[in-house]
């Protein structure tokens, strides 16, 4: 029997993007695309009927697939400018390729208008049809869009600008930061330059005159640039303010709740739900203070472990540590897991010019996932692997079962998958842990709940604080913004963490603040996680559905999706278990602690 030798990559292998030749596939892609237009743009039999718009769906899905927007081309650059942030012929070439991929796109987009624009009277006849049910969803999404969509010119135009007025904003303020450097102690006592994305990771060394040392590096690098991010938030503030009163949205995130295919009440409920328990991280935080010996914490303190649980987890015992949970939950996951590690689909460590923080995209039907981190050899960065592999499942579980129109996942489910992988790793480490061992990784527990839960609708409270303030005011300026993100911050985190001035710019970094009102699917999908994660462990056969729900993408809303589970969105007391479920994590890790004589 022949062993395959199996190639362990740390970098994105980008070459099955590149096999084709990127000239000869534009005018594939162009070509395709016309041929769709002209076949369907002046007909209007497929808007009346279902066999017809059948066929129609059909070449749709098709050319999603095989040459939708840039094709590879825009997905290589795109994927290079991740690493290379400072590369201007990288961006100039993306550039190219986006500007070619929006003109398609603007052709294009009669097709799902039309649509959206049907009669009513029309929606149940093509809703019901049983040749249409593989794109109902589809459909439905469509039909629910109608009421804010503007005329075919007016649409072009918000796409047209979207990327001077939106796009290329954000992406100032990272290439800024991506080329930051600044000196830090590291850990052995030696004096190294260290990019950005690797000096935020330090800021959780044990050490505290390691940490104080990359807080320091970090406030002068936020002070530095935070100009540049005043005038860009208040420029895709604007622009969204514009987008939003063209099209009668009335409030500035229900556009993020149309795209994510969920209620508005739904996350309503969830976020009173959590602030209604923010003592539960007040709490947490008042017993880091006392197990670290001090008073206070320093707010860029409010991460660091307890202990040694921050002891090395390099990328090697890392992947080991995943494969372990993968195979035991279904070994389907850990070969999946396998095939992004020897296929260099995973680019692993800080350098600079490469974007801060983790991701994991797949951008078509036809291309593969790629998964980019920052790993810093630590605890973090294994959960942060278990996280991004995550998606990264639920990515390929769906290719094997969805068409194009239906493969991806809103923010309403895309979340869960990550944080049920990432929580079994930390249970797995548990379950073989001494009590000292216990306690701290109990109280890291508590720390990826305190973030991922409280921290996370914090964010999402002071976004909704900071449109409603912009819209009343006109501009706000980086003390307003700096004051606001303050007062939001420490509601969650209470007296225990300080905020000093410099605290003030730390809202700079955060990506997720440009991808509005991103961050409540962190909170909910944790949440719901915490659920499936107890019907796993209560009956390992629960897997089968958790599966289920992985490979669903698009083909269904997601409160029908998780109502198949045994879950209501809408039920508050569905989100108070979960809730609850810290609380009760929380006592233990107080009784533990008094157990040790820790407090």
């Not at 009346?48 to 590879?72: C, H, M, Q, R, W």
């Not at 290439?175 to 190294?192: D, H, I, P, R, T």
Request: charged share 25%.
């Amino acid at each position: 029997m022949t062993v395959k030798k199996i190639k362990n990559q740390n970098e994105w292998d980008l070459s099955p993007l590149t096999r084709e030749n990127f000239s000869q596939k534009r005018k594939q892609i162009s070509t395709a695309h016309q041929l769709f237009i002209k076949k369907w743009q002046k007909r209007s039999d497929w808007l009346k009927n279902p066999v017809i718009l059948k066929k129609a769906l059909d070449e749709f899905a098709d050319l999603s697939t095989n040459y939708t927007g840039g094709g590879p081309e825009a997905y290589y650059y795109w994927l290079r400018s991740e690493l290379e942030e400072a590369n201007t012929e990288v961006k100039a070439k993306y550039n190219q390729i986006n500007d070619f991929s929006l003109e398609l796109s603007n052709q294009l987009q009669f097709f799902e208008l039309s649509l959206a624009r049907l009669p009513q009277k029309l929606h149940n006849k093509f809703l019901s049809h049983p040749k249409l049910q593989d794109y109902r969803h589809f459909l439905e999404k469509l039909f629910a869009q109608s009421p804010y969509l503007l005329s075919d010119r007016e649409e072009k135009i918000i796409r047209l600008k979207e990327q001077s007025s939106y796009a290329n904003w954000v992406k100032l303020t990272s290439s800024f930061l991506a080329v930051e450097k600044a000196q830090v102690l590291l850990e052995n006592g030696q004096v190294a330059v260290k990019p950005f994305s690797e000096i935020y990771s330090i800021l959780n060394s044990r050490q505290k005159s390691v940490r104080d040392k990359a807080a320091k590096a970090t406030n002068n690098i936020l002070e530095k640039n935070i100009k540049i991010g005043e005038n860009e938030l208040n420029s895709i503030l604007a622009n969204k303010k514009v987008d939003d009163e063209l099209r009668g949205l009335k409030r500035p995130d229900l556009s993020r709740h149309l795209h994510d295919d969920i209620s508005s009440s739904a996350v309503d409920s969830m976020l009173s739900v959590v602030a209604a328990n923010f003592s539960l991280p007040k709490k947490y935080y008042q017993l880091k203070a006392k197990l670290l010996k001090v008073k206070k914490l320093k707010y860029h303190e409010r991460g660091v472990p307890i202990g040694t649980v921050d002891r090395p987890y390099n990328y090697s015992q890392a992947k080991a540590l995943l494969e372990k949970v993968l195979l035991k939950l279904d070994p389907e996951f850990q070969q999946i897991f396998r095939n992004f590690d020897q296929n260099g689909q995973i680019d692993v460590y800080p350098k600079i010019g490469k974007r801060s923080g983790a991701f994991c995209v797949a951008e078509s039907l036809a291309r593969p996932t790629f998964i980019l981190l920052n790993h810093d050899n630590k605890l973090h960065g294994a959960l942060t692997l278990a996280h991004e592999v995550g998606h990264g499942i639920n990515n390929e579980l769906m290719r094997r079962t969805q068409n194009a129109l239906n493969f991806g996942t809103t923010l309403a489910t895309a979340e869960v998958a990550s944080t049920f992988f990432e929580d079994f790793i930390l249970k797995s480490i548990l379950e073989e842990a001494d009590e000292e061992t216990r306690l701290e990784i109990m109280m890291e527990k508590l720390n990826q709940d305190m973030n991922t839960i409280f921290r996370q609708s914090a964010l999402y409270l002071f976004e909704q604080e900071l449109h409603r303030d912009f819209r009343a005011k006109g501009y706000l300026s980086s003390d307003e913004i700096g004051a606001l993100f303050q007062k939001h911050m420490s509601a969650y985190m209470g007296p225990a963490v300080e905020q000093p001035k410099n605290s003030k710019n730390w809202w700079l970094h955060w990506i997720h603040i440009r991808s509005f009102f991103y961050v409540y699917s962190y909170a909910s999908g944790l949440l719901i996680s915490k659920y499936l994660q107890g019907k796993v462990t209560q009956d390992q056969k629960f897997v089968g559905q958790f599966k289920y729900f992985l490979s669903a993408g698009l083909s269904e809303p997601p409160q029908d999706i998780f109502r198949n589970l045994g879950i209501n969105i809408n039920d508050r007391k569905f989100w108070q278990q979960g809730v609850r479920e810290v609380a009760d994590l929380l006592q233990a890790t107080e009784e533990l602690a008094r157990k040790l004589n820790k407090i």
